[in-house]
T-cell receptor
Framework: DAGVTQSPTHLIKTRGQQVTLRCSPKSGHDTVSWYQQALGQGPQFIFQYYEEEERQRGNFPDRFSGHQFPNYSSELNVNALLLGDSALYLC??????????????FGPGTRLLVL | AQKITQTQPGMFVQEKEAVTLDCTYDTSDPSYGLFWYKQPSSGEMIFLIYQGSYDQQNATEGRYSLNFQKARKSANLVISASQLGDSAMYFCAMREGHNNDMRFGAGTRLTVKP
């Protein structure tokens, strides 16, 4: 049973560039959430996708956008990269149930460095 | 407003001993879930244990147990018989019933000494 997978594992970009991160959910899961984890901090919620729609968004600018495909996989796009976007980007998948019970399983993350 | 507070930036424990990692939370929603995750240096967040706000008993999963004190709004993680492989960052998180946003604390770095 494959867990959550993310690609690429590491990425180096320069300011102003655009980046796309990819996530495949755990088998049987239909919901994907994205988090940004800066060094030394806990993850911060970016947004969640369910049924190919963005269901909720955290406090992130419009430069951060996403997509969910019919096979439940998801992409996170970040435009006009800033130095402060350097972080570990985590994807988590879950099966949509009662919200408070929904356990999210995380992938290994993508480490993005913006120079 | 900070909803999850982990007051211990770092903790040390001797191998084979038990350790308690503290977590307090703040919510006015009567329905919520509390989660603990382990993050080794590799970066992946590993789910450990879940406690629902309506659960009558404290959750247990193997060597992990959650000391849930609802009135105090605390959800401490207890790790029994610590192993060297338990050395990692530990995060407490909460989901409120109306919210898809899972909020995380700042984490506690646990070091198990041989």
């Amino acid at each position: 049973d494959a867990g959550v997978t993310q690609s690429p594992t590491h990425l180096i970009k320069t300011r102003g560039q655009q980046v796309t991160l990819r996530c495949s959910p755990k088998s049987g899961h239909d919901t994907v959430s994205w988090y940004q984890q800066a060094l030394g901090q806990g993850p911060q919620f970016i947004f969640q996708y369910y049924e190919e729609e963005e269901r909720q968004r955290g406090n992130f600018p419009d430069r951060f956008s996403g997509h969910q495909f019919p096979n439940y996989s998801s992409e996170l796009n970040v435009n006009a990269l800033l130095l402060g976007d350097s972080a570990l980007y985590l994807c988590a998948s879950s099966l949509k149930v009662a919200v408070e019970q929904e356990t999210q399983y995380f992938g290994p993350g993508t480490r993005l460095l913006v120079l | 407003a900070q909803k999850i507070t982990q007051t211990q930036p770092g903790m040390f424990v001797q191998e084979k001993e038990a350790v308690t990692l503290d977590c307090t939370y703040d919510t006015s929603d009567p329905s919520y879930g509390l989660f603990w995750y382990k993050q080794p240096s590799s970066g992946e967040m590993i789910f450990l244990i879940y406690q629902g706000s309506y659960d009558q008993q404290n959750a247990t999963e193997g060597r992990y147990s959650l000391n849930f004190q609802k009135a105090r709004k605390s959800a401490n993680l207890v790790i029994s018989a610590s192993q060297l492989g338990d050395s990692a960052m530990y995060f407490c998180a909460m989901r409120e019933g109306h919210n898809n946003d899972m909020r995380f604390g700042a984490g506690t770095r646990l070091t198990v000494k041989p």
